[in-house]
């Protein structure tokens, strides 16, 4: 293995049982494709495949021609990489991809007319109409309008939902203001490395030469991901603006959003403002969140905890906390919330598996 599998695979997985990974009984079991097997989120879908116990008859690991051959280990055995082409869904009953958009674009129709059903994980087909974009503790009640694809949202907008919206669901959400510290993994595993490598060369006063992302991002931040749009906001900013109103199903909810990449390895960060129609207070959102799935509750100031990126890492559950009021308004309808989420897991992996349960 590559070092940038290494960074992902080693880390100790110690998963908690929490409220989300209680999972639907399922009799029958599946021929699953994980498409871009190899990269950061493709080697979560694996393990994660495994830890929850999917129900997988056949696992294909598909990716370029680069890896075709070698091998990754699933449930204590070596399958073989193959690489990716039209006959690789053969037989297939679910295919994860998470190999970039223009191979998801490439592939869509040879994966429907397999007769699979294809769990995108890229920004192509987001915001088809027929296309459902779902998150399992937001809508699960889309995935049945499915037809033959199903999208995985923007790891941002999935962190920052799965805690929005239970306090949606209690007091109606009007208007979201979003800043976010957005990890390494979210340019995959080759951003992962970048920012070990780099950290590196500086602590050794070597040059460096950045690629994965525009300026140097250790010991740095980066206020652009994605590319700029007209209206100076990034497509990272819009999809969040987008993905929320088509999940939470409000066409004309206010939001706004500055993604921002920090020197963290692989679970983003977000300061969330809310305002809702009606009056809510820090305990009564405490509450709500405690017993929602997907979420737990870190919200301890005088103890110092907090959601922190370090403690979201490699975990199922989204952290949410810093809960308070929002001291810039005259009533009760603003609070103010930090959540950190893992963006590899609940951003991408999780959350594609979540679905593929669901299914
Ligand atoms: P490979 O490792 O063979 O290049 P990441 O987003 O972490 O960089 O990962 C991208 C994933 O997409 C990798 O698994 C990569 O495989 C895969 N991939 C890239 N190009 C292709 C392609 N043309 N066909 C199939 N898989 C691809």
Redesign the pocket.
Known sequence: MTI?NDIIVSGVCNFRITKESEQPVMSKSYTVAV????????VEMIKTLEKRNFPVKELKL???????GKTMEFRGEKLV?E??TEKSFKGVDIALF???SD?SRAYRQIVVDSGAVMIDNSSAFRMEDDVPLVVPEVNPEDIARHKGVIANPNCTTAIMLVAVAPLHRAKKLRRLVASTYQAASGA???GMQELIEQTRQILNGEAIDPKAFAHRIAFNLIPHIDSFCDNGYTKEELKMVNESRKMLHIPDLMVSCTSVRIPALRAHSESLNMEFEEEITPAEARAILEVASGVTVVDDPEAKRYPMPVDATEKYDVLAGRIRQDISRNDKRGLEMFVSGDQLLKGAALNAVQIAEHL
């Open positions: 940038r498409a871009g097997a190899t990269g950061a989120v493709g598909l990716a370029s021609a680069r890896s075709a990489i690489e990716m998470s190999a970039g191979i995959g595993a080759k």
